[in-house]
């Protein structure tokens, strides 16, 4: 078993849909989780960090944490063309230096 | 204008060169770390450096090699010994909040082709 992983898409919603994205990872103590965003040829982008059970928003992002299910989701409201990328979800791994773990990533297509 | 600056941003090797990869970051962040992605791939981790003069293998070490001199500057370097070392190379650095946060923030990459 991958110890993050991530349905690799493209996941295609409509301008103005909730884009929902999904993350399971190995990890049972792990505490700390990421959500990067990574445009073609560029390099990922921290949008959203997640510690705590529950929901974290921020604008039109929301980032929803469930350890003892171990998943971590991210919601995009009001989704925009511009919001077309992968998006890449993090780990950290307990223990140790710190080590982020990423899943392959999913790439989200929003058409007009 | 803070942030982590990679060069260069394209870099082209032939077989059996040795090529070096920079990283300089003025975040005052102490944890650096290299990265490499391939296409279709997640991010694996090659060597991480979390003080001046200290750094460890990741999971991709073999055919790379670091040094860690300044606490702003992380230079990794592809050796010959790395069969296949076309990919994308991302340094990052990580910042410790006072709130514990372990947040990562990463260069703009270098893109290495083997010809």
């Known amino acids: 078993q991958k110890e993050v992983e991530q349905n690799s898409g493209p996941l295609s919603v409509p301008e103005g849909a909730i884009a929902s994205l999904n993350c399971t990872y190995s990890d049972r103590v792990s505490q700390s989780f990421f959500w990067y965003r990574q445009y073609s040829g560029k390099s990922p982008e921290l949008i959203m960090s997640i510690y705590s059970n529950g929901d974290k928003e921020d604008g039109r992002f929301t980032a929803q944490l469930n350890k003892a299910s171990q998943y971590v989701s991210l919601l995009i409201r009001d989704s925009q063309p511009s919001d077309s990328a992968t998006y890449l979800c993090a780990v950290l791994l307990s223990g140790g230096y710190n080590k982020l773990i990423f899943g392959a990533g999913t790439r989200l297509a929003v058409h007009p | 204008d803070g942030g982590i600056t990679q060069s260069p941003k394209y870099l082209f090797r032939k077989e059996g060169q040795n090529v070096t990869l920079s990283c300089e970051q003025n975040?005052?962040?102490?944890?650096m770390y290299w990265y490499r992605q391939d296409p279709g791939q997640g991010l694996r981790l090659i060597y991480y450096s979390q003080i001046v003069n200290d750094f460890q293998k990741g999971d991709i070490a073999e055919g790379y090699s670091v040094s860690r001199e300044k606490k702003e500057s992380f230079p990794l370097t592809v050796t010959s010994a790395q069969k296949n070392p076309t990919a994308f190379y991302l340094c990052a650095s990580r910042h410790t909040g006072t709130s514990g946060s372990v947040e990562q923030f990463f260069g703009p990459g270098t893109r290495l082709t083997v010809l």
């Open positions: 975040l005052n962040h102490d944890a």
